[in-house]
């Protein structure tokens, strides 16, 4: 069993001895430095040791080398008596590698605070600068690439339209289905209340067409395509990949962040589209229950009262918010350097970004619409 | 040949510290170690050898524990294994440190900090007792005293490695595992890291089981070879395997670079001796 350290200060001779004895290891002296301080005021020496006496100890490791050091007053140099050589061998090698005990790093919270703050403000402003730099690099590239068509790769571009609209298409067609049965159910509730519950068809209709029907899209896809192209990118960056490219003369803007952005520039629309029409069939699928239409009627009151600019306006946002989705998730992956840690950070940072200038950018059109008057 | 894969029996009454009877490793269909001995005893420096794709790192592993073994015993510090649950699982893993090829720091975490989560998970010491042992281990492999408040990151490949080797001596393990130690250093922080793992092992009493490729390593630091041959394990001194009749061995050991390290070793040894 492991037997307690012990230890006790003693004169042989006139000289002030620090006597130890047990088990001196990791795992026997836990609790010894508490147990000291709570005797702090009866003050165990008058002298520092000048020879620590380990004669009586058992078992030995550098933490109880460290221990005894610190007990004989911190003396790097006080010489040890001990039976085994192997213990003195380790008190020789512990005591030359002089050790300052390190201090707790003192923490200032209100400056560390301030600090942060600042480096965030800091970090936002490069951010935005990058971002610009890197829109003008995909335009000079896409620029070079017009004029010689047949960089544009068009096989990469169907393998990553293939992973961002094909393989979207389930999940976008049935939350938009469900998004519509909801605005429906929620009309029919609202409006019964004046009479007005055939207005549902307009409210369904405007309101996947012009917002919801793209906006959910673009969540969608920031979620699963946007994230993935940083997942991607950033990953090929860790592995050197993209470096070893450049070195072949290969521009990553063009091999790795082009097809990728024409790729979502593509199939955004075509996703948009597929998530009106699962929202509008969502929609008719809850008046016949609610209201007693029938699916005739109800795309028939669309086609008289919903105007064909309230598609046209959503259906201009998608090829928009697709390039920035792309472009984001590939500056972000582009962003990670060195260990696989950025890689999940920055797929986060591109996620929430994405979605943020989707927002933003939204806000954008509904007042440029307002003031065209559409 | 002696017992545990030996080429003659050099226990010489030490302790057995490493036993491994008939282990047998598999992926699939794709059998990697077959009935292999191997023993290693207290205090011992062993290099492990073998050509690519022998299984050199998955034997690491499954001694480790990290690959269950399909068959056969393994017994580290005279316990099996194999039935090891819970505590006694636990309690082994103090016992043991590995440094890992690329490190394998917690990067979210200071190279102090990577330190001490053995110490905290398994002595439990004040946060003080934990900083001076883990500035003592940073000083131990030669890591200037700024670099415990470090991230990994911030480390070259180099200094990644003896920080690993910190954490992997966090708590004096009486067995110690190192993957690679000097692969991707240059030759001078090389050989320095020999000397270090070297002088370590004496004055902490350590068992070190190596897999390293660097035939300066084998020569300045193991006392005993083994190397994996049809996936069985043949261990020996090195002088026992220079004459050991196997095309492999011999090309491995009297290849030009095997004889390069070795006549470095005797003008070593020579100019020591004057």
């Not at chain 1, 086609?303 to 984001?328: C, E, H, L, Q, S």
């Not at chain 2, 491994?20 to 009935?35: C, E, K, N, P, S």
């Amino acid at each position: 069993m492991v037997s307690t350290p012990i230890f006790k200060y003693v004169e042989q001779g006139g000289t002030p001895v620090l006597q130890a004895s047990g088990n001196w290891t990791v795992f026997s002296i836990r609790g010894l430095r508490r147990r000291r301080r709570l005797n702090r005021d009866r003050p165990p020496v008058r002298q520092e040791p000048r020879l620590i006496d380990i004669t009586g100890v058992e078992r030995l490791d550098t933490a109880g080398v460290l221990e005894l050091l610190q007990l004989a007053g911190g003396g790097r140099d006080t010489p040890v008596r001990a039976r085994e050589q192997g213990q003195a061998d380790l008190f020789r090698v512990v005591q030359s590698h002089n050790v300052q005990t390190p201090s707790e790093p003192h923490v200032n919270w209100i400056s560390n605070w301030l600090a942060e703050v600042g480096h965030s403000l800091v970090d936002i402003y490069l951010q935005i600068i990058a971002l610009c730099d890197f829109f003008g690099e995909i335009l000079v590239v896409t620029a070079g690439a017009l004029a010689q068509p047949k960089r544009f790769r068009p096989s990469a571009i169907v393998r990553q339209m293939y992973e961002v609209w094909i393989a979207a298409l389930a999940i976008v067609g049935v939350l938009c289905f469900l998004i519509g049965v909801v605005i429906a159910y929620q009309g029919v509730q609202q409006l019964r209340q004046f009479g007005a519950e055939t207005f549902t068809v307009e409210a369904v209709g405007v309101g996947i067409f012009r917002e919801l029907g793209v906006l959910l899209t673009a969540i969608i896809v920031a979620g699963r395509s946007g994230s993935a192209f940083t997942a991607q990118i950033g990953t090929m960056q860790v592995n050197q990949e993209v470096d070893a490219m450049r070195t072949i003369g290969l521009n990553p803007i063009e091999w790795l962040v082009l097809p990728r952005i024409l790729a979502l520039l593509l199939s955004m629309p075509l996703l948009v589209f597929w998530g009106n029409m699962a929202g509008l069939l969502g929609g008719a699928v809850a008046c016949t229950i609610y209201l007693d239409f029938t699916f005739v009627q109800f795309f028939a009151r669309l086609r008289d009262t919903v105007g064909i600019w309230n598609f046209y306006t959503g259906m201009i946002k998608a090829p928009v918010f697709g390039m920035i989705i792309a472009a984001i998730g590939c500056f972000e992956g582009l962003q990670v350097r060195g260990s696989a840690e950025s890689v999940g950070q920055l797929t986060t940072r591109s996620v929430v970004e994405s979605i943020f200038c989707v927002i933003v950018l939204d806000a954008v059109f509904s007042i440029i619409f307002l003031l065209a008057g559409v | 040949m002696a017992e545990g894969g030996q080429l003659a029996d050099h226990r010489n009454g030490r302790d057995v510290i490493l036993r491994l009877r008939g282990v047998r490793t598999q992926f699939g269909d794709h059998v990697i170690h077959d009935h292999l001995d191997f023993d290693m005893f207290r205090g011992e420096v062993v290099g492990l050898v073998g050509g690519s794709g022998t299984g050199k790192s998955v034997l690491l592993r499954t001694i480790i524990g990290l690959n269950p073994a399909r068959r056969g015993e393994i017994e580290i510090l005279g316990t099996n294994t194999r039935h090891l649950r819970g505590k006694a699982e636990h309690a082994l893993h103090a016992h043991m440190g590995v440094q890992f090829q690329d490190g394998a720091l917690f990067s979210s975490l200071t190279v102090a900090e990577n330190i001490m989560v053995p110490i905290r998970e398994h002595a439990g010491l004040e946060e003080e007792a934990m900083r001076c042992i883990a500035a003592l281990k940073i000083a131990l492999v030669g890591l200037p005293p700024d670099s415990g408040e470090k991230r990994p990151s911030e480390l070259s490949g180099g200094m990644r490695k003896r920080a690993s080797l910190a954490r992997a001596l966090a708590l004096d393990p009486e067995l110690l595992f190192l993957d690679e130690p000097t692969a991707g250093l240059d030759p001078i922080g090389a050989a320095h890291y020999d000397e270090l793992v070297r002088e370590l092992q004496q004055s902490l009493g350590l068992t070190v089981l190596m897999v390293t490729h660097d035939l300066d390593s084998l020569y300045a630091v193991c006392d005993r070879i083994a190397v994996l041959l049809d996936k069985r394990v043949v261990a020996g001194t090195m002088d026992e395997l220079l004459a050991y009749d196997h095309p492999w061995v011999q090309e491995y050991f009297h290849g030009p670079r095997g004889r390069a390290a070795a006549t470095g070793q005797e003008r070593k040894a020579a100019s020591n001796g004057k």
